[in-house]
């Protein structure tokens, strides 16, 4: 019986242990890519040694992150899908978006390429070429920024509504699963670039087209409007966006490299 | 290296909360079902064995929607912190708990019960000594609750939101790192998981047996 006693009052013990709630913190909803290629993780500590706020980033897709946000459970969005940030700020959740970097999409696949779009830089075509070749492509199926861009692409390719047929996997995951399950199923699929260099498990993955300017990748930062979400901590999250898109913010995200090639563009000056 | 022991501390702290709240409320109740007899009870134990395979993340989206800050319970503002996985883990844990605890007690009450009551105590009262004498069992059933806990990722996941340093478990942060692409680090995470989790059932069952033999030496 002492034994259960001394278990029970270690157990009793961590639970009174009283959690490592900085002074200050914010929630942070963001994307899936920002977190899985690994920008976050590096740029945070920075501003958080400046200013004493520590940000927990909650990793999402977009389409889920501003759900979060829409029910209170976010302070600030970090997120890229420009047309459902659209309706985030017309539904008057939102009041200012800020662009603080962009980078680009690039078509991965399978080395032996099997839709013949090594070297091509027209998405549209590429898509095209995978439909008719039935080539295996994997979509990420779950309402993020990426799976919003890919969506839009298939519509330009002539895709109405919901594709249904074998070779085209919808896998509704992450950036990373999908990655996961395009190599092995030697499947194609669209990535952002960030997540993309940062990937270790490319197998026979490897860019297929790339260059489009139907492909760029921006990343917003939004507040919150202050009457929908008063209790928000809009304060600190007006910070960290004001730090984003600062000098010293943009220099960090510029800075952050993953085998010597930068992975975002900073771009607060000059939206792209 | 830092973020590894926050990890593993987070997911250590975290589960042996959960398994001492449902410890509190599972020791009772499972010895409660056996010794008291009143309308509902064996409903009740139905219940609580079907509950054993309570899908984590059906908890986890249901927890998830009373913490949101529009739900019911998000005044306390819980969700995305220790507290909510400390809770998801609980309800996951208290149904194996309160089953392996009362199936004993139904047990001990059965060869004991009488003559606690000829004693002059009351059914209350004898919950106590009847805990005493199933403590082996107690032991199994905490194991159980805590392995329920370590394990678990899908509740986890979506009510503790996998924040660094806060809310990452060795469970979600090994989702995290096969996301990544990282497998062998995600595989080397997995073999502590394993490790951690056999070297505490271990203990705890040395434990018990230490237990049994101070039993028999007092009776």
């Given at each position: 019986?002492?034994?259960?006693?001394?278990?029970?009052?270690?157990?009793?013990?961590?639970?009174?242990?009283?959690?490592?709630?900085?002074?200050?913190?914010?929630?942070?909803?963001?994307?899936?890519?920002?977190?899985?290629?690994?920008?976050?993780?590096?740029?945070?500590?920075?501003?958080?040694?400046?200013?004493?706020?520590?940000?927990?980033?909650?990793?999402?897709?977009?389409?889920?992150?501003?759900?979060?946000?829409?029910?209170?459970?976010?302070?600030?969005?970090?997120?890229?899908?420009?047309?459902?940030?659209?309706?985030?700020?017309?539904?008057?959740?939102?009041?200012?978006?800020?662009?603080?970097?962009?980078n680009d999409f690039v078509i991965v696949g399978p080395s032996a390429d099997p839709a013949h779009l090594r070297g091509g830089s027209d998405s549209v075509a590429a898509f095209k070429a995978i439909a008719s070749?039935?080539?295996?492509?994997?979509?990420?199926?779950?309402?993020?920024?990426?799976?919003?861009?890919?969506?839009?692409?298939?519509?330009?390719?002539?895709?109405?509504?919901?594709?249904?047929?074998?070779?085209?996997?919808?896998?509704?995951?992450?950036?990373?699963?999908?990655?996961?399950?395009?190599?092995?199923?030697?499947?194609?699929?669209?990535?952002?670039?960030?997540?993309?260099?940062?990937?270790?498990?490319?197998?026979?993955?490897?860019?297929?087209?790339?260059?489009?300017?139907?492909?760029?990748?921006?990343?917003?930062?939004?507040?919150?409007?202050?009457?929908?979400?008063?209790?928000?901590?809009?304060?600190?999250?007006?910070?960290?966006?004001?730090?984003?898109?600062?000098?010293?913010?943009?220099?960090?995200?510029?800075?952050?490299?993953?085998?010597?090639?930068?992975?975002?563009?900073?771009?607060?000056?000059?939206?792209? | 290296?830092?973020?590894?022991?926050?990890?593993?501390?987070?997911?250590?702290?975290v589960s042996l909360t959960a398994t001492a709240l449902a410890a509190a409320i599972s020791l009772p109740l499972g010895t409660a079902l056996a010794i008291f007899s009143f309308r509902g009870r064996r409903l009740?134990?139905?219940?609580?064995?079907?509950?054993?395979?309570?899908?984590?993340?059906?908890?986890?989206?249901?927890?998830?929607?009373?913490?949101?800050?529009?739900?019911?319970?998000?005044?306390?503002?819980?969700?995305?912190?220790?507290?909510?996985?400390?809770?998801?883990?609980?309800?996951?844990?208290?149904?194996?708990?309160?089953?392996?605890?009362?199936?004993?007690?139904?047990?001990?009450?059965?060869?004991?019960?009488?003559?606690?009551?000829?004693?002059?105590?009351?059914?209350?009262?004898?919950?106590?000594?009847?805990?005493?004498?199933?403590?082996?069992?107690?032991?199994?059933?905490?194991?159980?609750?805590?392995g329920r806990t370590v394990s678990e990722v899908g509740a986890v996941i979506l009510v503790g939101g996998n924040i660094r340093g806060l809310t990452r478990t060795m469970t979600t942060a090994i989702a995290l790192?096969?996301?990544?692409?990282?497998?062998?680090?995600?595989?080397?995470?997995?073999?502590?998981?394993?490790?951690?989790?056999?070297?505490?059932?271990?203990?705890?069952?040395?434990?018990?047996?230490?237990?049994?033999?101070?039993?028999?030496?007092?009776?």
């Amino acid at each position: 019986m002492t034994q259960i006693r001394s278990l029970l009052a270690l157990m009793v013990a961590f639970a009174l242990h009283p959690g490592t709630a900085a002074a200050q913190s914010i929630t942070l909803a963001s994307t899936t890519s920002v977190e899985a290629s690994g920008l976050l993780t590096n740029i945070l500590p920075q501003f958080t040694a400046t200013t004493g706020i520590s940000v927990h980033v909650v990793a999402q897709g977009t389409g889920k992150a501003l759900d979060t946000a829409r029910r209170g459970d976010a302070d600030l969005l970090l997120v890229h899908d420009p047309e459902a940030e659209q309706q985030f700020i017309d539904e008057g959740h939102g009041v200012r978006c800020r662009q603080i970097a962009w980078n680009d999409f690039v078509i991965v696949g399978p080395s032996a390429d099997p839709a013949h779009l090594r070297g091509g830089s027209d998405s549209v075509a590429a898509f095209k070429a995978i439909a008719s070749a039935r080539a295996p492509f994997v979509s990420r199926g779950d309402n993020s920024g990426t799976n919003a861009a890919e969506l839009r692409l298939w519509k330009i390719a002539g895709q109405t509504g919901p594709i249904r047929e074998k070779w085209y996997r919808d896998i509704g995951g992450g950036m990373g699963q999908a990655l996961n399950a395009a190599s092995a199923m030697n499947a194609y699929t669209l990535t952002d670039r960030g997540t993309w260099l940062s990937f270790a498990n490319k197998g026979s993955l490897v860019i297929a087209v790339e260059g489009d300017p139907r492909l760029v990748n921006r990343y917003d930062v939004i507040e919150l409007d202050p009457q929908k979400h008063a209790g928000a901590k809009l304060g600190p999250a007006k910070a960290f966006a004001d730090w984003l898109v600062s000098p010293e913010g943009q220099r960090a995200i510029g800075a952050y490299q993953v085998n010597g090639e930068r992975l975002f563009n900073p771009s607060a000056d000059k939206p792209k | 290296m830092g973020d590894f022991f926050g990890i593993v501390g987070v997911s250590i702290g975290v589960s042996l909360t959960a398994t001492a709240l449902a410890a509190a409320i599972s020791l009772p109740l499972g010895t409660a079902l056996a010794i008291f007899s009143f309308r509902g009870r064996r409903l009740l134990v139905v219940l609580v064995n079907a509950f054993f395979g309570l899908p984590p993340v059906v908890v986890g989206l249901i927890l998830y929607l009373a913490l949101s800050r529009s739900g019911p319970l998000g005044f306390l503002q819980w969700l995305f912190t220790p507290a909510a996985m400390v809770i998801a883990q609980a309800i996951l844990a208290i149904p194996i708990m309160t089953a392996l605890i009362h199936r004993a007690s139904e047990r001990a009450w059965a060869r004991y019960g009488d003559e606690l009551i000829c004693d002059g105590a009351s059914r209350m009262q004898a919950i106590p000594p009847i805990l005493r004498i199933i403590r082996a069992e107690l032991l199994t059933a905490i194991m159980a609750g805590f392995g329920r806990t370590v394990s678990e990722v899908g509740a986890v996941i979506l009510v503790g939101g996998n924040i660094r340093g806060l809310t990452r478990t060795m469970t979600t942060a090994i989702a995290l790192q096969t996301s990544q692409g990282e497998l062998s680090l995600a595989l080397a995470l997995g073999a502590v998981l394993v490790g951690i989790s056999i070297s505490i059932s271990a203990t705890v069952f040395a434990l018990a047996g230490s237990a049994r033999t101070a039993g028999s030496d007092e009776a």
